[in-house]
């Protein structure tokens, strides 16, 4: 393929292409309406020019007619008044008329048939911008309908609906993640809360066994409530060396 019929094609099929795009169907419909109007307007006159002419030779073929059987009957005349040479004359003329009526007939007869194809011609185009007219209607509403939808996707389609779904889900999955540091904060300051009450609740018992050692320095008593449950009072050694010198004292007193 040559580069001049290469180009060539890319031009058409960019112009065809161009041109596709450019219609409108109800432009084109209207348009295409206002043609065939004007195509039987032209069928119309067509016809009435073919029915006019056929009535012009069926009248020239009706005056030739009658001029043949004018000129017979003078031939006839003629003869009988015994002018043999009249009657000649006349037979001729009327021989001529003759032959102007045969021929006008076939004329005639020809632009009949015409005339008829013609007619049904009309009669059949008449019924197509009928059809057209009806076709015409429901096709505009059908474009029209597929104009509007066209649109609404297109709107549709700017409304970036995946995009929004997205950010749904993104915000939804934030919530869920929001939720769950606050259920797990929660359960860490129930926690922290139970952890400090069995910190108290350990250190009781150590608390008790440093009174108890406080009150074994200063030489108290330690109560037997104080103590731990099942443990019983124990005199440290320091107790017992002070007892003993306060029993020795007490008997140097007595002996004085």
Partial sequence: MGLFDRVSRVVRSNLNAAVSSAEDPAKILDQAIIDM???LVQMRQAVAQAIASQKRVE????????EANTWQQRAQLALQKGDESLAREALTR???????ATALKAQMDGQRAQTDQLKKSLIGLESKISEAKTKKDMLKARASAAKANEQLQSTMGQLNTNSAMSAFERMEEKVLMMEAKSQAAGELAGADLESQFAALEAGGDVDDELAAMK????GGSVDQAALPEGETPVAAPQD???DAELEALKTQLDQL
């Fill in 240 to 242: 017992v060396a002070v």
């Fill in 94 to 100: 009327k021989k001529s008329q003759a032959e102007t």
């Fill in 37 to 39: 109007g004007e195509d």
């Fill in 215 to 218: 009150a074994q320095l200063t």
């Fill in 59 to 66: 009248q020239q073929y009706n005056k030739a007619q009658s």
